[in-house]
């Protein structure tokens, strides 16, 4: 019998920023793709998960799991399908999967392409 863990419904592709100073001293940011079909779990937030971030000032709309810790911090973005996230927050384990552990991470929708 085949866990969710062993399957996650969604894939992701992970882009990592470069911030670089144009000519005129403004930053500039470019998206390097650091890996593509990643296994993940996609899920919107609870209005008293958003409420939780939202009290600290942080705008987020959607959780993400995955089956090991991917390492991603607020430099990321996710994309899956045609959506684009900003990653929020670092990875961090996860015991609410039932007898597994997940990583989980909050993001921001900031796109649909």
Not at 3 to 30: E, F, I, Q, W, Y
Not at 69 to 78: K, V
Request: proline fraction near 4%.
């Amino acid at each position: 019998m085949l866990s969710l863990l062993d399957s996650l419904p969604h894939t992701c592709t992970v882009k990592r920023r470069t911030r670089t100073v144009d000519a005129m001293g403004g930053s500039k940011d470019s998206w390097t793709t650091v890996s593509s079909s990643v296994s993940c779990w996609r899920q919107p937030l609870s209005d008293r998960e958003m409420a939780d971030y939202m009290s600290r000032g942080i705008t987020v709309d959607t959780k993400f799991f995955f089956a090991s810790d991917p390492s991603l911090d607020e430099t990321h973005q996710l994309t899956v399908g045609s959506d684009v996230y900003t990653v929020r927050s670092v990875s961090s384990p996860d015991s609410g999967a039932g007898l597994g552990v997940v990583w989980r991470m909050v993001c921001k929708l900031e796109a649909n392409q």
